[in-house]
């Protein structure tokens, strides 16, 4: 027969919670959920604006310059986003192609190789620059109105990455539209493409907010004289 003790122990309700602990797990629960509410909207803050996004090259208004990110070299994203640039300044909707990548090693150069590429398509060396430091979306658009003095332009990257890059010019006090760049499928990376922009969207909204500076910034080197008149986005 078994005893009482061993009976009490085995049988014993599983103890509640205490009071304190109880209290502190009801608001981590909705500290987190704040913090999921908060991240979604700014998500769809940065996602969702009445941006000028075009899929066509015809169909961008003119404007002064194209503003081409980086992707890398020699991958189908870096050789339809300069395709796309190139189109654009042979159709005679830009004037000039600043090319903004990462040169962070010397072994590396994206806006070099960018800028071949687009030599090869038929662009002239003369009109087009390098930035050297566009390490990030955020620092290529600060230094292309900080240091290259572009006002408006039309961004060349794919339509996952325009509506950051957009919310970003925007905010910089940019004049722009974009273009879609996505000439090709890019098979199954896209969906990394789509849940990277998710948390890339995050840090552009903190950049903006907290007015981060580049990692480099230096002299100033105008994309066109101060004398020229640039036509302005229709």
Same mark, same amino acid.
């Given at each position: 027969?078994?005893?009482?003790?061993?009976?009490?122990?085995?049988?014993?309700?599983?103890?509640?919670?205490?009071?304190?602990?109880?209290?502190?797990?009801?608001?981590?629960?909705?500290?987190?959920?704040?913090?999921?509410?908060?991240?979604?909207?700014?998500?769809?803050?940065?996602?969702?604006?009445?941006?000028?996004?075009?899929?066509?090259?015809?169909?961008?208004?003119?404007?002064?310059?194209?503003?081409?990110?980086?992707?890398?070299?020699?991958?189908?994203?870096?050789?339809?986003?300069?395709?796309?640039?190139?189109?654009?300044?042979?159709?005679?909707?830009?004037?000039?192609?600043?090319?903004?990548?990462?040169?962070?090693?010397?072994?590396?150069?994206?806006?070099?190789?960018?800028?071949?590429?687009?030599?090869?398509?038929?662009?002239?060396?003369?009109?087009?620059?390098?930035?050297?430091?566009?390490?990030?979306?955020?620092? &290529?658009? @600060?230094?292309?109105? /900080? $240091?290259?003095?572009?006002?408006? !332009?039309? *961004?060349?990257?794919?339509?996952? +990455?325009? #509506?950051?890059?957009?919310?970003?010019?925007?905010?910089?006090?940019?004049?722009?539209?974009?273009?879609?760049?996505?000439?090709?499928?890019?098979?199954?990376?896209? &969906?990394? @493409?789509?849940?990277? /922009? $998710?948390?890339?969207?995050?840090? !552009?909204? *903190?950049?903006?907010?907290?007015? +981060?500076? #580049?990692?480099?910034?230096?002299?100033?080197?105008?994309?066109?004289?101060?004398?020229?008149?640039?036509?302005?986005?229709?």
């Amino acid at each position: 027969m078994e005893s009482t003790e061993n009976m009490d122990v085995n049988q014993a309700p599983a103890a509640a919670p205490a009071p304190k602990r109880r209290r502190w797990l009801e608001i981590s629960g909705l500290v987190s959920a704040l913090v999921i509410v908060g991240l979604i909207a700014i998500y769809q803050e940065v996602e969702n604006q009445p941006y000028k996004i075009y899929s066509d090259a015809k169909m961008v208004p003119a404007t002064s310059a194209a503003i081409v990110f980086g992707a890398g070299i020699g991958s189908r994203e870096f050789k339809d986003r300069i395709s796309t640039a190139a189109t654009l300044y042979k159709l005679g909707k830009v004037k000039k192609l600043l090319m903004t990548g990462d040169n962070g090693q010397l072994s590396y150069n994206e806006p070099q190789a960018m800028k071949d590429e687009a030599i090869r398509d038929g662009v002239p060396a003369a009109d087009i620059t390098c930035d050297y430091a566009g390490f990030r979306t955020y620092d &290529s658009l @600060y230094r292309a109105k /900080e $240091i290259f003095e572009v006002k408006q !332009a039309v *961004l060349v990257t794919q339509r996952y +990455h325009l #509506p950051r890059a957009m919310f970003l010019a925007q905010k910089l006090g940019l004049e722009v539209t974009g273009v879609d760049a996505g000439i090709q499928s890019y098979g199954s990376i896209q &969906s990394w @493409y789509d849940f990277r /922009e $998710i948390l890339a969207a995050e840090t !552009a909204w *903190l950049d903006v907010m907290t007015d +981060h500076k #580049p990692k480099f910034l230096g002299k100033k080197e105008p994309l066109f004289p101060k004398d020229d008149v640039t036509p302005r986005l229709q």
